[in-house]
């Protein structure tokens, strides 16, 4: 059974930081791709970050900068370090792998007050 346990969200002030842990069972973590989406209250969900099985990461403009996207393989982790956080930060954060399948985490809130 696969499973995606995100982990590490809260409340933080604007300009703070916070990791996201992600940890992976279930599948062969080194193959995935892993990603880091987010849904706003009310908007889509947008990607945030990937890291490919070689390590290539790909960001999006809004938050290239300041979020980090990183993956220990030992652990069958993925983590998302976010730095200056903005209220507009604040989202359900979802954790995502995709080989030949994909599949996705249930979420964990970052609450980014102003």
């Known amino acids: 059974q696969v499973q995606l346990v995100e982990s590490g969200g809260g409340l933080v002030q604007a300009g703070g930081s916070l990791r996201l842990p992600c940890a992976a069972s279930?599948?062969?973590?080194?193959?995935?791709?892993m990603g880091w989406y987010r849904q706003a209250p009310g908007k889509q969900r947008e990607l945030v970050a990937t890291?490919?099985?070689?390590?290539?990461?790909n960001y999006a403009d809004s938050v290239k900068g300041r979020f980090t996207i990183s993956r220990d393989n030992a652990k069958n982790t993925v983590y998302l370090q976010m730095n200056s956080l903005k209220p507009e930060d604040t989202a359900v954060y979802y954790c995502?792998?995709?080989?030949?399948?994909?599949?996705w985490g249930k979420g964990t809130l970052v609450t980014v007050s102003s």
């Open positions: 995502h792998a995709r080989f030949v399948r994909e599949y």
């Open positions: 890291i490919s099985s070689s390590g290539s990461t």
């Open positions: 279930g599948i062969i973590f080194s193959v995935y791709t």
